[in-house]
């Protein structure tokens, strides 16, 4: 089925460990985005990928790194986890002008 | 700064009533309206998309309206059923910058037998 996927689905991760986080797309679509969703608060951009080749960072980059892989992949990687960082985690991607917007099913990080 | 408010934050109604949901919005300049449904656990789901010249616009039980004078937004769901219990967001979409989108942070609806 056409969609991103994102893995993994869960994680816990000890205060200062690293971690990579993988988004993939079928839908070739030109842009991605990394956000991450906490209580009481919108989803807030944290990274996003205009075109392949081109990175940019959104609302809440520290503590953050992304790599366009490719037209279909978009990772977002943590260097040393911190417990700020526990959150929900989703990834997108869309067409032309932000039509077409599609979300991940998420990725759920605990940091202890 | 751009801004999304939502109310209410919650909402309870029982099986087979409608409800309506609001969205206020202060996000400048303004490119597109659309309205998500979350369930636990999922990603959000697009249900509509509006631009600056639409109104109105449907997608099955789901109806949203779009007033850029006041800019509000309303989502109406007629005929509620208990899958409807979700958290439905708002999101404004502004032409500055590269798609930029900015998040209400959504109404808890709750659909009781």
């Known amino acids: 089925n056409a969609g991103v996927t994102q893995t993994p689905k869960f994680q816990v991760l000890k205060t200062g460990q690293s971690m990579t986080l993988q988004c993939a797309q079928d839908m070739n679509h030109n842009s991605m985005y990394w956000y991450r969703q906490d209580p009481g608060m919108g989803l807030r951009l944290i990274y996003y990928s205009a075109s392949e080749g081109t990175t940019d960072k959104g609302e809440v980059p520290n503590g953050y790194n992304v790599s366009r892989l490719n037209k279909r992949e978009f990772s977002l990687r943590l260097e040393s986890a911190a417990p700020s960082q526990t959150s929900v985690y989703f990834c997108?991607?869309?067409?032309?002008?932000?039509?077409?917007?599609?979300f991940g099913s998420g990725t759920r990080l605990t940091v202890v | 700064k751009n801004q999304v408010e939502q109310s209410p934050q919650s909402l309870i109604i029982l099986e087979g009533k409608n409800c309506t949901l609001q969205?206020?919005?202060?996000?400048?300049?303004?490119?597109?309206l659309r309205w998500y449904k979350q369930d636990t656990g999922r990603g959000p789901v697009s249900l509509t998309i509006m631009t600056f010249s639409e109104n109105t616009k449907s997608n099955g039980r789901y109806t949203a309206t779009l007033d850029a004078d006041t800019k509000q937004s309303s989502l109406h769901i007629t005929a509620s059923q208990l899958s409807d219990s979700a958290s439905y967001i708002c999101v404004v979409s502004s032409v500055s910058g590269y798609s930029t989108l900015t998040f209400g942070k959504g109404t808890m609806l709750l659909v009781s037998p």
């Open positions: 997108a991607s869309s067409g032309g002008n932000g039509y077409g917007y599609t």
């Open positions: 969205c206020n919005y202060t996000v400048s300049p303004f490119s597109n």
